[in-house]
Nanobody, 125 residues
Framework: QVQLVESGGGSVQTGGSLRLSCVVF????????MGWFRQAPGKEREGVAI???????TYADSVKGRFTISRDNLKNTLFLQMNSLLPDDTGVYYC???????????????????WGQGTQVTVSS
């Protein structure tokens, strides 16, 4: 059974940093589209950052220049480095994968087929 397990969430003040990790169990994800999504209280889930199998990346406008998505295919791990955090970044962050082949893989087009359980990020002012 394929599982995505996130870690690294927490509480920080405005301007702080966090690094999220997502380990993929039961599947070698090197050739698949991966991404991070988030859901703030009372809002819909939104894409934050997407990375293709050849490490091309796209980001939501709200996080460009502050967040960096990366992947370690040997360790089957996805990362999200979050710097200069703002209160609007507060929410539950989800790791996502599209295990289907030849699927669109950008912030606007990714349609995940598998989700992690989420990790809470809270940014206080």
């Amino acid at each position: 059974q394929v599982q995505l397990v996130e870690s690294g969430g927490g509480s920080v003040q405005t301007g702080g940093s966090l690094r999220l990790s997502c380990v993929v169990f039961g599947y070698t994800f090197g050739s698949r589209c991966m991404g991070w999504f988030r859901q703030a209280p009372g809002k819909e889930r939104e894409g934050v950052a997407i990375i293709t199998s050849d490490r091309r990346t796209t980001y939501a406008d709200s996080v460009k220049g502050r967040f960096t998505i990366s992947r370690d295919n040997l360790k089957n791990t996805l990362f999200l480095q979050m710097n200069s955090l703002l209160p609007d970044d507060t929410g539950v962050y989800y790791c996502a994968a599209d295990l289907r082949i030849q699927r669109p893989c950008t912030i606007a087009t990714m349609d995940p087929s598998l989700w992690g359980q989420g990790t809470q990020v809270t940014v206080s002012s």
